[in-house]
């Protein structure tokens, strides 16, 4: 398959592509692409474009509509020191989740999340989405509470619960923080009926939890 970039929606025309300075330093100064090169491009959005490489545009030849090729499930993620929320951000979006919401816990270590880092959640899950060489982009949410969404989470993975074999799609998952979540927290979510859900008969890190979890998951829907 042909290498895949992504440009974000605001740079698209009918017919053409906008390119910007960043744009251009990127496919003429540092990936050096010839002008009139052949190039495939998506939105994030499900379309996907051939086109050809000009000096301040992309002339669009041919555009197809692709399906949600996402796999159908919302990571509420409590936030994690840099290096490893890079980390998980990053394999989630080569997994190609629908969507990562980012979740202030009662243990959470970093508790300031703003524009700046759903701007660079944003860059990761686009480099994530040329990685997959799919159409649709992984969302990065703003910043939430988990008081505040109880009600959202279907299953939360805990070393207490249950190896699960029932489930349906679309689904929620939580993943605690360093530490893991509180006694109060847990209670209040299975208050709200969600389901625990353990991943291994021992402890793992937060980000290890991430990738497993999401993945046994997706692997019990046969969606991997």
């Not at 490893?84 to 959470?108: H, N, Q």
């Not at 207490?160 to 074999?165: A, I, L, N």
């Not at 993943?175 to 008969?201: D, F, H, Y």
Request: hydrophobic content about 45%; aromatic content about 8%; overall charge neutral.
């Amino acid at each position: 398959m042909a290498d895949l970039y992504y440009i974000a929606p605001d740079y698209w025309h009918d017919e053409y592509i906008v390119l910007d300075k960043p744009l251009r330093h990127r496919f003429f100064k540092v990936m050096r692409l010839p002008e009139s090169f052949g190039i495939v491009v998506t939105n994030g959005l499900g379309k996907v474009a051939e086109g050809m490489l000009l000096e301040d545009r992309i002339v669009l030849k041919e555009l197809e509509i692709s399906p949600d090729d996402r796999i159908p499930i919302s990571v509420y993620l409590a936030i994690l020191k840099r290096d490893k929320m890079d980390w998980a951000i990053s394999k989630l979006g080569e997994l190609g989740v629908k969507r990562i919401v980012p979740v202030f816990t009662e243990r959470s270590v970093v508790r300031k999340w703003g524009d700046k880092q759903v701007h660079r959640c944003q860059k990761l899950l686009a480099s994530a989405l040329e990685i997959r060489r799919k159409s649709w982009l992984t969302e990065c949410a703003y910043p939430v509470s988990l008081g505040n969404i109880i009600t959202e989470i279907d299953i939360f993975f805990d070393v207490e619960g249950e190896s699960d074999s029932n489930m349906s799609f679309p689904v929620s998952v939580l993943v605690g923080p360093e530490g893991g979540l509180s006694p109060s927290e847990k209670k209040n979510l299975l208050n709200a009926r969600a389901r625990p859900m353990r991943l291994t008969n021992g402890i793992l890190r937060a980000e290890t939890a991430v990738l497993v979890g999401v993945t046994m998951v997706a692997c019990k829907g046969g969606l991997l």
